[in-house]
């Protein structure tokens, strides 16, 4: 996830060794190197994801903060959020880390506990998919999570009703359904209890009203408040994502220019099939 981009640059790396030291491991080694049995917990992951992006961040920033400096509204992708708190001035990097690393933490333990997995299920609109996991649900877990752009909605639960959705998805109209490597059914009640240990944490962590408005993944609206935004922070853990709504918040505001700050281009692909007239860039283009 951090290659030579990230050796290259000082602030990044400067940022992962402060993360390291924090979290007691080399966050940097592992997302180079793995291993990627480690790397791929999502106690691991969801550290490596946030300061992954912030280093990104920290190398558009020396590139040309010009972007950076315009900006006039930022939103994250469930876990991405707290890049962009981060980003708003809402949460210090250390605090980010911390919380990050307890959601990471009990979210794994969750995962181990109740077993699950994540569907992407192509071409099917929400109430379709609602249907769809009624359907297949049985007497397992099986819900929305990540509303991510038209024709594109993530299930998530139980292993078994992962492994039925397909069927009943297609039975229904689907193009295709594409299993995600992800280590639980994230975004559902299987995630419960890692909602207080969340809460706990967010409680004694200081925030600061957004220098910038930070669009919530849970209601797709900006929130001024610190104390709306714990509450919603841990909402999300086992919340539907509402990315698609998010983004159309985001376009509302006027921007002409977007950018993705990481290593990947999912959030764009998703930005062009909400608003393909939409420019959009990469740090790493």
Not at 46 to 69: H, K, N, Y
Request: with cysteine; charged share 20%; glycine share 8%.
């Amino acid at each position: 996830m951090a290659g030579e981009w990230c050796l290259a640059n000082r602030a990044a790396t400067d940022l992962f060794a402060r993360a390291s030291e924090l979290l007691g491991y080399d966050l940097l080694a592992i997302c180079r190197d793995g291993p990627a049995e480690r790397l791929n917990t999502t106690a691991v992951s969801q550290p490596g994801i946030l300061v992954t992006s912030l280093a990104a961040l920290a190398v558009l920033r020396d590139r040309d903060p010009a972007p950076l400096e315009a900006a006039t509204v930022t939103a994250g992708l469930s876990l991405g959020e707290y890049t962009a708190l981060v980003f708003a001035e809402v949460l210090s990097f250390d605090d980010a880390v911390r919380l990050v690393d307890i959601r990471g933490r009990a979210m794994q333990e969750c995962a181990e506990h109740s077993p699950g997995g994540m569907v992407a299920v192509l071409g099917l609109e929400r109430e379709q998919v609602l249907k769809v996991c009624s359907e297949a649900r049985g007497s397992d877990v099986l819900e929305l999570a990540n509303v991510l752009c038209p024709g594109n909605i993530v299930v998530s639960g139980s292993v078994d009703a992962c492994r039925r959705v397909e069927a009943v998805a297609l039975a229904a109209g689907a193009m295709k359904c594409v299993p995600l490597d992800v280590a639980g059914g994230f975004h559902t009640r299987l995630m419960e209890p890692a909602v207080g240990k969340l809460r706990a944490a967010l409680a004694d962590v200081p925030m600061k009203p957004p220098r910038i408005p930070v669009v919530s993944n849970v209601d797709a609206r900006p929130h001024a408040d610190p104390e709306e935004m714990r509450a919603l922070l841990s909402r999300q853990v086992c919340g539907v994502v509402e990315w698609q709504a998010s983004m159309d918040v985001v376009l509302s505001t006027g921007v002409q220019s977007v950018w993705e700050v990481g290593p990947g281009r999912v959030l764009r692909g998703l930005l062009k099939r909400i608003s393909r007239g939409t420019a959009c860039h990469g740090v790493f283009d």
